[in-house]
C-alpha cells in the first residue's frame, strides 16, 4: 500500500466507523429489544456469554459461530474494563460485534481488490478505495451490521476464506473455511469454490502448455461458444480429471479444502442432515428460478457499474446472430419456470420482509407476468456472463457451478442469500472507472437511506398483536 494511500483509506476506515456507530446509536435507540431472529440468537448468546454451553434452542439452524465469536471478543473487553451488571452481552453489545465484522468486510474487500487488479495498480489507487468502499455498504449486507444475524460475520470470514486462497496459504484458508461453516452451513459451497479456483488454476496452466504446443493462443476465456467449442472443453475437462499427474498436482495444493469436505460431510451423515434445529421451514427443492430471481438481482445492484449502451447493442447483435440458440434458452427458462418455480410459504406469510411486496406486486398480480420476465432473465444472465467475460473459462465454470448450488436448492426467496455470490461476482468484474463508482455508491447509499429510514420510522401494527413491526430485507 503506498503510503498516501494507506492514510487515505485508514482515514476512509475512520469515517466509515463514525458513520455506521451513529446509525447503529439511532437503530438500537428505536428498536431496544431484540427483533424477529434475534430473538433466537441473542437469547443463545446470553446463554453462552453465562457459561451454558450445553443449551441449545431448537428453532436455530446454524452452527454456533456467531455466538462463539462474540463471547471471544466481549468476554476479554469485560475482564479489561470490569463490566457488570445487564449491559454485559447485552442486545446493543451483540449487535456492536456486527459492526466490528463490517469495518473487517471494508479492509478484505479493499485487499481483494489489490489482489484481483494488480496489474492495474499504479493507476488505480482511487477506484480500488472508492470501490471497497461501495461494496462494504452494498444495502443487503450493510442493513445487516445492525441487527444480530449471521450476515456480518459469515460474509467476513468468506472474504478472509479467499483472500488467503488468492494468496496461495491454502492451510489458512480452509482452517477459515471451518470458521465460515460454523456461521452458515451453506458456506461449505463458497470453500469448495475456493477449492475449485486452486483446480481452475492449474487447469488454465496446462491448457496454456497444450496449446502452445499447438501452437494456438486463444485462452479459455476466448473460446467459441459452439458446439465444437463445448466438446473441446469436456474433453479437455476429461483428461485433466482422469490424468493422474494432474490429479496428484491438484490434491497436493487443495488437500486442506479436501479435509474440510471430508469433515464436512461427516458431519451431514451424523446429523441426518445439513440443517440444525428446526427443519421443517429449511427443505431443500430444485427451485431453478432463484437463479433467475439472482441474476435480476445483481443487474439491479451493478447497473452502474455493468450496463452501458455499447454492451445493450452487443446483446442485440448477439441475438440477431444466434436467433436459434437464444430461442432454446428461452424455451428452456419456460420449461423451468413453469414446471420448478416453489413458492415458500414465508415469503407469502410474512409481510415484515420486501421480498413479500416483490412478489406480491409482481409475481402474484398475473399467472402470465412470471413468464412475461423471462426475457428480462435472459438479457440479466447474459450481462452477468458478459461482465465476467475476462476470467478464464474453468473459473467462469467453477463459478456458476457453485452459484447453482447456492440458489437453486433454496426454496425461499430471500436477498439474504444473494450476498456473497454478488459480491464475489462484483468483485471480479474489470475494475470500474471512478464515475461509474460514485455512481455506484450514490446508488447504495440511496437504497440504504431509504431502507434503513423505512426501517425506522415506518413501523406498524398487526391485528392481532401489540408488538411494534418493521420492515426489512
Not at 467459441?224 to 498436482?249: D, I, Q, W
Not at 440458440?325 to 406469510?349: D, E, N
Not at 475476462?390 to 456458476?400: M, V
Not at 464475489?424 to 446508488?443: A, D, G, I, K, N
Amino acid at each position: 500500500m503506498e503510503k498516501v494511500e494507506g492514510y487515505v483509506f485508514t482515514a476512509l476506515c475512520s469515517t466509515n466507523l463514525l458513520v455506521s456507530c451513529l446509525l447503529f446509536s439511532r437503530i438500537t435507540r428505536e428498536q431496544r429489544e431484540p427483533y424477529m431472529d434475534e430473538v433466537f440468537h441473542v437469547r443463545q448468546a446470553q446463554k453462552y456469554c453465562n457459561g451454558r454451553f450445553d443449551e441449545w434452542d431448537p428453532m436455530i439452524t446454524t452452527l454456533p459461530g456467531l455466538y462463539l465469536a462474540s463471547v471471544g471478543v466481549i468476554k476479554p473487553v469485560v475482564w479489561l474494563v470490569d463490566l457488570t451488571g445487564k449491559v454485559v452481552c447485552s442486545v446493543a453489545m451483540l449487535r456492536f460485534i456486527n459492526l466490528l465484522f463490517n469495518g473487517g468486510i471494508l479492509y478484505l474487500l479493499y485487499l481483494i481488490i489489490c489482489k484481483l487488479h494488480l496489474k492495474e495498480k499504479t493507476k488505480t489507487a482511487s477506484r480500488r478505495i472508492l470501490s471497497a468502499l461501495s461494496l462494504s455498504t452494498f444495502p443487503v449486507l450493510y442493513f445487516f451490521n445492525f441487527l444480530y444475524y449471521t450476515d456480518a460475520g459469515s460474509t467476513f470470514f468468506i472474504l478472509f476464506t479467499y483472500l488467503m486462497t488468492l494468496y496461495g496459504c491454502h492451510k489458512a484458508s480452509a482452517l477459515l473455511g471451518v470458521f465460515a461453516i460454523f456461521f452458515r452451513q451453506t458456506n461449505v459451497i463458497w470453500v469448495a469454490f475456493c477449492a475449485a479456483t486452486v483446480v481452475a488454476n492449474k487447469m488454465d496452466e496446462t491448457w496454456r502448455t497444450e496449446q502452445s504446443k499447438k501452437k494456438d493462443d486463444k485462452s479459455p476465456c476466448q473460446i467459441p461458444f459452439s458446439v465444437n467449442g463445448v466438446k473441446r472443453v469436456m474433453r479437455f475437462l476429461l483428461e485433466f480429471l482422469t490424468t493422474a499427474n494432474h490429479v496428484k498436482a491438484v490434491t497436493l495444493v487443495a488437500w486442506p479444502y479436501i479435509l474440510v469436505a471430508v469433515g464436512f460431510i461427516a458431519f451431514i451423515v451424523l446429523n441426518d442432515g445439513i440443517v440444525i434445529g428446526d427443519r421443517t421451514s429449511h427443505e431443500a427443492c430444485l427451485n431453478f428460478p432463484q437463479l433467475f430471481y439472482f441474476f435480476s438481482f445483481a443487474l439491479f445492484f451493478s447497473i452502474p457499474t455493468s450496463l452501458c449502451y455499447h454492451r445493450a447493442l452487443r446483446f442485440l447483435n448477439t441475438l440477431k446472430k444466434q436467433p436459434l440458440l437464444y430461442l432454446l434458452i428461452t424455451g428452456l427458462c419456460l420449461l423451468l419456470v413453469w414446471k420448478f418455480t416453489f413458492v415458500h410459504k414465508y415469503l407469502l406469510a410474512d409481510n415484515r420482509h420486501f421480498p413479500f411486496y416483490v412478489w406480491k406486486r409482481v409475481f402474484q398480480k398475473h399467472e402470465a407476468i412470471r413468464f412475461a420476465l423471462i426475457p428480462g432473465y435472459v438479457f440479466a444472465a447474459w450481462n452477468f456472463m458478459d461482465t465476467l467475460k475476462s476470467r478464464s473459462l474453468f473459473w467462469i465454470l467453477a463459478f456458476l457451478v457453485c452459484l447453482l448450488a447456492a440458489t437453486v436448492p433454496q426454496k425461499l426467496l430471500e436477498f439474504r442469500y444473494f450476498i456473497v455470490p454478488y459480491l464475489l461476482y462484483r468483485l471480479h468484474m474489470p475494475l470500474p472507472s471512478l464515475t461509474r463508482l460514485v455512481l455506484e455508491f450514490l446508488l447504495y447509499t440511496a437504497v440504504n437511506a431509504a431502507t434503513l429510514y423505512i426501517f425506522v420510522n415506518k413501523t406498524f401494527q398487526w391485528p392481532n398483536s401489540p408488538a411494534v413491526q418493521r420492515f426489512m430485507w
